[in-house]
């Protein structure tokens, strides 16, 4: 489907990227932000915040022009450590008129699934069937 967009790789997410989101979130748990406290808690390093993962989910959404987000719902299923690349994917699983519902993935760069996300999504540009 033109517009739909299929996968984007975000690169590998810093320190930087992280702290901010920390501080912005008031989210300051260490596993977050600290190498010993991640491996305390049993990671081989410090966590990405879930609610960081979806942002980036929610925001590969938008990159459908026009598109208006009625529902997004999102599980975790691994924890993407720091400093990992992401890559954000999507799939159509149906559409009423010019309601998209999508299922998204968030992997890591060795293709282990992170989040999985399903979202309705209005988009006037697409509509399901042509009429004519």
């Known amino acids: 489907m033109p517009g739909l967009p299929v996968s984007l790789a975000t690169g590998s997410i810093g320190s ?9 979130s008031l989210d300051l748990n260490p596993v977050h932000l600290s190498e010993a406290a991640a491996r305390r808690a049993g990671f081989s390093g410090p966590v ?8 980036r989910l929610e925001t590969f959404l938008e990159r459908i022009p026009g598109a208006r987000i009625l529902a997004f719902s999102v599980r975790f299923v691994a924890p993407a450590l720091l400093g990992c690349s992401i890559t ?4 159509l699983l149906g559409q009423d008129g010019h309601v998209l ?5 968030a992997t890591s760069e060795e293709g282990k699934i992170l989040a999985v996300a399903e ?7 697409h509509p399901a069937q042509q009429e004519g």
């Open 48 to 55: 990405l915040h879930g609610m960081f993962l979806a942002a």
């Open 88 to 91: 954000l994917s999507a799939r």
């Open 16 to 24: 930087d990227a992280v702290a901010a989101f920390a501080a912005a």
């Open 119 to 125: 979202a309705r999504v209005l988009c006037a540009s």
């Open 101 to 105: 519902h999508l299922r998204l993935l």
